[in-house]
């Protein structure tokens, strides 16, 4: 033991005095998160310029209102209360006669005049758009533009169109709007967790709002931190020992230890720097998440399970990758291998986003006790607000120990017979046969 720790510090210095752990420490969280962040740098930023939007108005009822709906907005939602700047684009919507004979040309003219930047979009509404139930074909409102899915006037526009709509069809059933303005108001159904007693007063606490940041966005986090941790070392374990073998640097190492201690050293060094790492990461979280107002959101619960998870997770799958890394003799060796070796930590990664959705169903719970994906299923079900059962974290953690000592049993295995080997291909029936001899 004295040898693998020996060799575990060394290892644990040479990477964590490097310049490429500090900037990867600083940079790998930037990369995960890089669409979050300049999300909310950038939120504030839109395009101001303004919008025309020509309307093919075929019920002779519509275009009006749509006009003054866009002249109310301009004058009331696209400038700053406070500073008056224009924070949002003005719409201006521009009637235009439809042409009931040439109607495919009158598109084709419209389409040419968006193209050419006189028009941001057109739109054309159906001649029985207010009874649509006479004849869907023609009670279609179509939206013409560059990038239709993607904007935000057309958004806009579904509410005052649809207003109007209703107004329109209570007129024509003899009903005055004024009289049922109840009709137009939306209910919001909010949403709320569930009722508790507070255990020091023993008083019933009123059901806290749930929120999105709660249900998603901390098991993501929880997630993409725990992909982060294992990849950060598994690859790299890979690589290392592939060029200690190659540079001739195993030889030397093992003639003051044994191939079993040696790559003990090497998993353990890999744990110590998760460590380092995730103490950074959690400490800098916690604070910037209280600076936030956020704190009531960090599942505190939930971090004892994401360490011994995590732990387990690098040794499992850092003996396997070094254990494969002593079976390559070359560089395009080692390049073949790694994908097979990080294929059990990306899988979890296509299929977590049902299991966030129902932490609870047969699948969620079947495959997050499943050993290589256990870390991040069952955290990401841990994160969620359902109540997960005792038993189910406490069996994958089983599972995870047994599978892992599988794995560094048969990964030394590998690694005595293969790290002095040299012209050796790693074909998968070596190293089955390496697993089986020893």
Known sequence: MRKIFHLAIREYKASVKTKGFIIGLIVAPIFMGGSMIAFALLRDRVDTTDKTLAVLDRTGRMAAALVEAAQERNAKEIRDPQTGKKTKPAYFIETVEPDSVKADAQRLAL?????????????????DAVHPAQNPETSRINYYAKNATMDDLRRWISWPVNDHLRKLRLADAGIEGSKVQDLFYWVNVDGLGLVTVDEGTGGIQDARRATEAEAIFVPIIM???????????????????MEEKTQCIAEVLLGSVTPFEFMMGKLLSGVAVSLTSAAVYVCCG??????????????????PWFLAY???????FGSM?????AACSEPKDSQTLTFPCIVPVIFPMFIYFPVLKEPLSRFATVTSLIPPFTPV????????PEHIPAWQPAAGLVGMV??????????????RVAILMQGTPPKLSNILRWVASG
């Open 223 to 241: 997630v993409m931190f725990m992909f982060l941790m294992i990849m950060m070392n598994v690859p790299g374990m890979l690589q290392a020992v």
């Open 286 to 303: 916690t604070l910037a998440a209280r600076q936030m107002g956020y704190h009531a959101y960090i599942p505190f619960h939930v971090l």
């Open 321 to 325: 990758a070094a254990a494969l890394g």
């Open 111 to 127: 389409s040419d005049k968006v193209r050419e930047g006189r028009y941001h979009a057109f739109m054309e509404i159906g001649p």
């Open 377 to 384: 299923l069952m955290v990401v079900r841990m994160a969620t």
């Open 402 to 415: 047994v599978f892992t000592v599988l794995s560094v049993w048969a990964g030394g295995r590998i690694f």
């Open 310 to 316: 995590m732990l387990l997770g690098i040794v499992l």
